[in-house]
């Protein structure tokens, strides 16, 4: 099983650069999310998406853009990139939210630098 | 403002010990998830808390969800190098996505 796979593992930028982070998931879900992982700290929801043609911001959207056009993909875009935007990326996708029955599966990471 | 809670943010400790991390939050928690994360990898789920004062055991770890549902404990009984990592709680806060909390790193030296 596949499960969410990420592209690509490593990207460096500079400052102004445009790019798209891939992720795509083949266990059908409904729900994909994009986050942020800076050094040492927590996750932070960036965007969230509960199904084809329907995405909503969450906690640190600006400078980022997605689209949902298919179940499976759920690209990130990057269009000014600046060194805040230096991060680890992970998308992630689950059945449902929150419940009982419903884990998070995470793909390995977009690992980010901006300089 | 942070949602969540967690305490320790770091902790090292020697092979055999044991340990307890907290995440805590002023909100009431519909459910609660643990994730690990391991070095260059996305977190894993370990478990699921639903129900105030549940307790639910995985091998040597046990997960606590406070009476109020507002926090929640991980203790880890004679811990192994290989339960390093960084340990993460997370809730949907009643919204359709997820809220982690900020981690507790772990460090057990062999």
């Known amino acids: 099983n596949a499960g969410v796979t990420q592209t690509p593992k490593f990207r460096i930028l500079k400052i102004g650069q445009s790019m798209t982070l891939q992720c795509a998931q083949d266990?059908?879900?409904?729900?994909m999310y994009w986050y942020r992982q800076d050094p040492g700290m927590g996750l932070k929801l960036i965007y969230y998406s509960v199904g084809a043609g329907i995405t909503d911001k969450g906690e640190v959207p600006n400078g980022y853009n997605v689209s949902r056009s298919t179940t499976e993909d759920f690209p990130l875009r990057l269009e000014l990139a600046a060194p805040s935007q230096t991060s680890v990326y992970f998308c992630?996708?689950?059945?449902?939210?929150?419940?009982?029955?419903?884990?998070?599966?995470f793909g390995n990471g977009t690992r980010l630098t901006v300089t | 403002t942070q949602l969540l809670e967690q305490s320790p943010q770091f902790l090292s400790i020697q092979e055999g010990e044991n340990l307890t991390v907290y995440c805590n939050s002023s909100s009431v928690f519909s459910s609660l998830q643990w994730y690990r994360q391991e070095p260059g990898e996305g977190p894993v789920l370990l478990v699921t808390v639903v129900t105030g004062g549940e307790v639910k055991k995985l091998k040597r770890l046990t997960f606590q969800f406070g009476d109020a549902r507002k926090d929640s404990s991980l203790h880890i009984t004679a811990a192994q190098p290989g339960d390093t990592g960084l340990y993460l709680c997370a809730t949907d806060m009643g919204r359709r996505a997820l809220t982690f909390g900020s981690g507790t790193r772990l460090q057990v030296q062999p």
């Open positions: 266990m059908n879900h409904n729900y």
């Open positions: 992630a996708s689950s059945s449902d939210v929150g419940s009982y029955n419903s884990p998070l599966h």
